[in-house]
């Protein structure tokens, strides 16, 4: 089956989106390449402090007009978008495969969840009303109206470039805000492609801005004063350190989603077969460049003898190897591959650091994919097979630590309450998976299990659109989370109301 036809043909030249018009940077560029044709596909502007400076004037100036334009004329825009972005789906799913790597599936699934979140933003008129009480005393009412704040960033992840950052757009734009997006600069081809079709849609000017870039304008954003709230997504030393400490020293709302180390257990009486078809997704899909990866797989010996324990453990090993084994890797526009490239090279030689720390630190390789076969004539600079580790234990360096690549711990635990405790023992609290068929073991899990997002017989627990995408510990700082009805406490203000009918 031949590759797709690319839809990114020469190199683009990318620009900032800042009140209405697609402006060139002053900053300097760097280079977009596909990971797995190793070909320059776009430049991306390293966007300047005063061009954040702009973009937060335009958003500023365009807040007045916007917030007093109704709800249902706003959302009217996010009508137009989603049907921009159905007869072009195809063509933005192919985008983020060639900026990111992903499978054309994984793609597609990636635009859908994103269009996900623009239709439940339509439903604004609604979902933004507020209540009220009559006769809270003698003659006095008094009522709750939400209000929009003013001016929002939003900075996105690389590895999903299409969907996060639709995670909050809609409901800002819904909600009367104004905002400014900052995509990753690895991969910003598609919040480019959607600034453009926000454009088609008829979005007024100064409403929805885009800068290209990296911390220079994130920094400032967060330095702005005219910047009420940032929404961020990426890795957790950025989301503590840098997003969440200066949000509260400037004053700013924050929603800040970090990074994972997920757990997935597997108990005696799971459906095997059901369970590594599950699984194999949720490891190495994405080229397990997800938050909500499945990294550390735990058979639980719960009320099984040593012996009996042994043999369910070698069982979950071989099939989960042997499933592992057959992933077919090549460039995600052929639509046979099942794996992708991790985004770039560098990425890789990080990945393989870890790999070789798993080798140092005594566990057991079962599968070794530093050397993939690659479907098609592709440079192996970003390829990875899946790689699978035996006898890893909780101390070990990748049993503790988020790798973001195709690599898989198997650890042993003998009860369930032991595989709690080492679920406890990590410092993040992003999803937490478990294989079972008893509804007891399922209760006690989702009752006790401290992460965000619990799947029970689900091994990749995506909130949809409607639900919040949770997080606790080292995986999440802030308060409310992004999507659905959180997203639009978090962009709206409550404004309370107590009124004497004379
Ligand atoms: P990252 O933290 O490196 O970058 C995220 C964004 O922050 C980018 O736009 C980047 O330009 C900017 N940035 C990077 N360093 C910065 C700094 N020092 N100061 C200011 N801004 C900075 O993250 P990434 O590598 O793009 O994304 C992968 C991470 O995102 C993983 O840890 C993954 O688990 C996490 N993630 C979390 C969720 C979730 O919902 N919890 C979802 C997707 C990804």
New binding site residues.
């Given amino acids: 089956m031949a590759v797709l036809a690319e839809p990114i043909k020469g190199v683009l030249e990318l620009r900032n989106f800042i009140n209405g018009e697609w402006v060139e940077s002053k900053g300097a560029v760097e280079d977009v390449i596909n990971p797995a044709t190793q070909k320059v596909i776009a430049r991306v502007p390293i966007s300047t402090k005063d061009e954040i400076g702009d973009a937060v004037a335009a958003a500023q100036a365009a807040f007045p007009d916007w917030r007093r334009t109704p709800p249902l004329a706003r959302v009217r825009c996010l009508f137009r978008m989603k049907e921009l972005m159905e007869q072009n789906f195809e063509e933005l799913s192919r985008i983020q495969t060639m900026e990111h790597g992903k499978t054309i599936d994984e793609s597609r699934g990636e635009t859908r969840r994103g269009i996900e979140n623009v239709e439940v933003a339509t439903g604004i008129p609604t979902l933004m009303m507020g209540y009220n009480l009559e006769d809270i005393a003698a003659g006095i009412d008094e009522y709750l109206i939400r209000q929009p704040l003013g001016v929002f960033g939003i900075?996105?992840?690389?590895?999903?470039p299409f969907m996060?950052p639709l995670w909050f757009i809609p409901y800002a734009i819904a909600t009367g805000n104004t905002i400014v997006v900052?995509p990753?600069?690895?991969d910003p081809i598609s919040q480019f492609k959607i600034a453009e079709l926000a454009e088609e849609a008829g979005v007024p000017a100064g409403v929805y801005n885009v800068v290209n870039g990296?911390?220079t304008v994130?920094?400032g954003m967060l330095d702005h004063p005219d910047i009420k709230g940032v929404c961020?997504?990426?890795?957790?030393p950025?989301a503590r350190d840098?997003i969440y400490k200066r949000s509260g020293e400037t004053g700013k709302r924050c929603i800040a989603?970090?990074?994972?180390k997920n757990y997935t257990l597997v108990m005696p009486d799971a459906d095997i077969p059901g369970t590594m078809a599950a699984c194999l997704t949720s490891f190495f899909g994405n080229a397990g460049q997800r938050?909500l990866a499945g990294a550390n797989l735990v058979p639980v010996g719960e009320g099984l003898s040593d012996s009996e324990y042994n043999a369910f453990y070698n069982k979950i090993v071989r099939a989960f190897v042997e499933a592992a084994s057959n992933i077919r890797v090549g460039y995600g526009l052929d639509e046979r591959t099942q794996m992708g490239p991790v985004r770039d090279a560098k990425k890789k030689q990080g990945i393989l650091g870890y790999i070789e720390k798993g080798i140092q630190e005594g566990a057991t390789m079962r599968l070794d994919g530093r050397q993939p076969k690659i479907m098609g004539d592709w440079p192996g600079d970003a390829f990875l097979g899946a790689t699978v580790f035996e006898d890893v234990t909780p101390d070990m360096t990748i049993a503790k630590e988020?790798i973001?690549g195709p690599v898989a711990s198997i650890l042993r635990c003998k009860t369930f309450d032991q595989a709690v405790d080492m679920i406890h023992a990590s410092p993040f609290g992003?999803t937490a998976v478990i294989f079972t068929q008893s509804g007891k073991w399922a209760r006690e899990f989702q009752y006790r299990v401290v992460a965000g997002n619990i799947g029970i017989n689900v091994a990749i627990a995506a909130p949809m659109a409607f639900f919040p995408?949770s997080?606790m510990k080292d995986?999440?700082f802030g308060t409310l989370h992004g999507q659905g009805l959180e997203t639009i406490r978090f962009f709206t203000e409550s404004k309370v109301v107590v009124q004497r009918w004379f």
């Fill in positions: 900075i996105g992840p690389y590895n999903f996060v900052k990753s600069s690895e990296g911390r994130v920094n961020f997504v990426g890795s957790t950025v840098v989603q970090a990074g994972a938050c988020e973001f992003n995408f997080g995986s999440f």
